[in-house]
């Protein structure tokens, strides 16, 4: 199993769509093995789904993120759970414990953006 990570600074970074860094953890026989932090070039949402598959991702956790993304996830066969806060470290290890607490019906829309909201334009 690898894990990635919405990344920035050690937290779960709040917007998919944005990520300019995930952090993997490759998991083996229940624990992890090895992490490290890889730039996404910014690919944005569309492009990041493959970008995950490409490193061999099956399982994300993020902050807020949209439809389409969540769309595209679906199709690369990774598993999602959005809605995660705090240290990025931290979510990793409770995914992996079975014990992450996570929000499944977390999005981002362009409707619901409201002032000081980080989302911003999207890409694809």
Do not use: W
Not at 25 to 37: D, L, N
Request: hydrophobic share 35%.
């Amino acid at each position: 199993m690898i894990i990635a990570v919405t990344y920035q600074d050690g937290q779960v970074f709040q917007h998919f769509g944005h990520s300019e860094a995930f952090k993997l953890y490759q998991v083996e026989a229940g624990e992890i093995r090895s992490a490290q932090v890889v730039e996404t070039n910014g690919s944005g949402h569309g492009a990041l789904a493959g970008f995950l598959r490409e490193k061999g991702v099956t399982h994300l956790i993020c902050g807020g993120i949209g439809a389409g993304a969540r769309t595209a996830l679906a199709q690369a066969e990774i598993q999602l759970y959005p809605g995660v806060t705090g240290a990025a470290d931290d979510a990793a290890l409770a995914l992996v414990k079975g014990n992450l607490q996570y929000d499944p019906d977390t999005s981002c829309t362009h409707h619901q953006h409201g002032e000081g909201h980080s989302c911003g334009g999207h890409s694809s």
